[in-house]
């Protein structure tokens, strides 16, 4: 009887799923781009290469992204690479219970002075050239239609260590 021949992936890494455009290992070189906030002013405060499991793409280019903050990166010719939506890194509001034990509601109070830190881990990719921060601004109009508009927020050319 023959033996069939099988193609293995032993030692090979399959790469994550999804529609990433850049190769990228599962278990891959990575960025963890610490960032400080006040106000509208973002800054990276520091940038540690680190190996990290990272997930596939979110493809969010061309839809509405599924939270209120993403990133993107980009190559040289600005085309998206590779994006992840993100969790709400920029606290604006705060919860704040009710002292009575018995009375379980809480109201939402804007900040008045919105200072913080937050880290993003990327995919350290060859062909990445540029770091985009878009946060998702809802408005209603006066009839009360609400809107949603894409606004970049921060701006970082990973080749080099300029931000905006």
């Known amino acids: 009887m023959a033996k069939r021949k099988t193609k ?4 090979k890494s ?4 999804g529609k990433t455009k850049g190769k990228l290992d599962p278990i891959a070189n990575a960025i963890r ?4 906030y006040d106000g509208d002013k973002i800054n990276v ?3 540690q290469k680190i190996n990290k499991f990272l997930p596939p793409a979110d493809n969010i280019a061309g839809q509405e992204a599924s939270s209120r903050f993403w ?8 085309n998206v690479i590779y994006d992840q939506n993100l969790n709400d890194i920029i606290k604006d509001d ?3 219970f009710s002292t009575n034990p018995n009375d379980p509601a809480f109201m939402m109070h804007e900040l008045s002075d919105k200072k913080g830190v937050f880290s993003i881990v990327i995919p350290d990719m060859p062909d990445s050239t540029g770091f985009e921060l878009f946060t998702k601004i809802t408005q209603k109009d006066k009839t009360m239609k609400i809107h949603e508009e894409k606004k970049k927020i921060f701006h970082l050319n990973i080749k ?3 931000n905006q």
């Open 33 to 36: 781009l610490t960032f400080s």
């Open 71 to 78: 990133y993107e990166l980009r190559d040289s010719k600005s």
């Open 14 to 17: 399959k790469g994550t799923k």
């Open 45 to 47: 405060t520091s940038k």
């Open 94 to 96: 705060v919860e704040i």
């Open 8 to 11: 293995g992936t032993k030692g």
């Open 160 to 162: 080099g260590d300029d």
